[in-house]
């Protein structure tokens, strides 16, 4: 059954049900104001949370302690007077905070005082020889369907990469009797030495503790190799074998499942589409919107919380979205807003929830030669277009990702640059002596996600829409 929205206009809207628009809606509408959460899963829960409401998995030991929290979100949300409306994908979003939403094949077009952007993180690209070929897939993916399903694989995996997500997923593969026959860690050796520093706060932290025993419990069933600086998939059709180079010796192990992951980065798209600025975070190597303290994006009333305001993790997002609701609420019913939690508590939770990150960043800190590729390897899956035809497009006058569009089509098909977009960056600023930063990224429009022409063509349409393409 297709659920339509109730009204045209919300003081507040809130797209992404993951941790971050789970806590700012619940925030909001605990607040009195008149919210409306849309999310294009079949459930909330976004990714950390996937399946939270569904998921085959009941043994809570095998999921984790922190995938739970998920369900206490979701109840204080269910409890609230928000509107959720799930598999509702959001396509356009616009500097007057007009909204257009796709539900069940129609379009709705809507208004909102505040908009909360809390939209996510994808898994950053990991452009190697063969990682197109059926048989490899990410860690993220994987774990999707361990959420959502209870599968994990039984044939020959490997696991390779680096970041907090891959040993998680490695020990939630373990506990439901998945296989496992080799994990390749692609952390850089000298990443040790750059984030020593930052090592009192990683160690004072909650993840420091939770880390080191799930690592353990990984090492202790499977065989890990460390220090992997060469990494390729080959098959006829499908995976066949995995080759890496450690320690300068070269091993190909057969395999029937490659599961690739080297962090994840915030999803820009929807936000870059409604003209927020942005800026090229060196340290988390990636785009991040330009935010102040609350949230607030360069667009007047668009705030932006969680993974898609900067990578910061789970607990970080939940508060992240309850301060983006606290200052809309301030912003709209200043009186209410005195109901909340004080907005310095809320900042000191989140120093607390952020404390070690910067260690972590510096540690996984993902290799030059793991995001930028070089000869045949595929850059944009969509187009089937490789590191040397962009080489190639440089070569003849391409100065950008923008200008790349015109001579190789990169970023323009369904995907629209969330798989190439940050190796295209990378790899211009590399071939043109520039940082990324002066290259930039693709210009997003709307439709940030692909619908059809006839869904289109049936958005309803005043007279004066008519008269502007039709001939007296």
Known sequence: MTVAPKREAYDVVVIGAGPAGLAAAATSAEAGLSTLLLDENIGPGGQVF??????????????????????????????????????????????????????????????????????????????????????V??????????????LVPDGRTVIAGQGPLLWLL????????????????????????????HAFAFLTSPYFTKGLSMMREVKAKVQVVSSVTELSASGDGQLESVSYVAGGKRETIPADLLLLHQGVVPNVNLAMAAGIEHRWDDLQLCWSPMLDASG???????????????????NAAV??????????????????ATKLAPMASLRADLAKAERGRVFLDTLFRPAPQFRIPTGDTIVCRCEEVTAKDVLDAVAIGA?????????????????????????????????????????GYYRLRAPVKPITLAELAAVPKSEADVKAVVRG
């Open 50 to 135: 996937r399946a939270i409401s569904s998921t085959p998995v009941t043994d809570r030991d095998q999921l984790g302690a922190d995938y739970w929290v998920g369900a206490d979100l979701v109840q204080s949300l269910r409890a609230s007077s928000a509107e959720i409306i799930h598999r509702a994908t959001v396509w356009s979003l616009d500097r007057n905070l007009e909204i257009a939403v796709s539900i069940g094949g129609a379009s709705a077009f809507l208004k909102a005082q505040r908009l909360i952007l809390a939209t996510g993180a994808l898994e950053r690209p990991f452009p190697i020889p063969g990682w197109t070929l059926p048989g």
């Open 137 to 150: 897939m990410t860690a993220g993916a994987a774990q999707t369907m361990l959420k959502s399903s209870a």
């Open 170 to 197: 490695a020990a939630q593969i373990l506990r439901l009797g998945g296989r496992i026959d080799r994990i390749l860690d692609t952390t850089e050796r000298s990443n040790y030495f750059a984030a020593l520093p």
């Open 296 to 314: 607030n994006s360069s667009v007047a009333g668009i705030a932006i919380a969680g993974d898609g305001a900067g990578i910061g993790g789970a």
């Open 319 to 336: 508060v992240r979205g309850r301060i983006a609701a606290r200052a809309a609420v301030e912003a709209l019913a200043p009186a209410v």
């Open 399 to 439: 100065t950008g990702p923008n200008q790349l569009k015109a001579y190789r089509r990169t970023g323009m098909g369904p995907c629209q640059g969330r798989l190439c977009g940050l190796t295209v960056t990378e790899l211009m600023a590399q071939a043109r002596g520039k940082t990324a930063q002066e290259i």
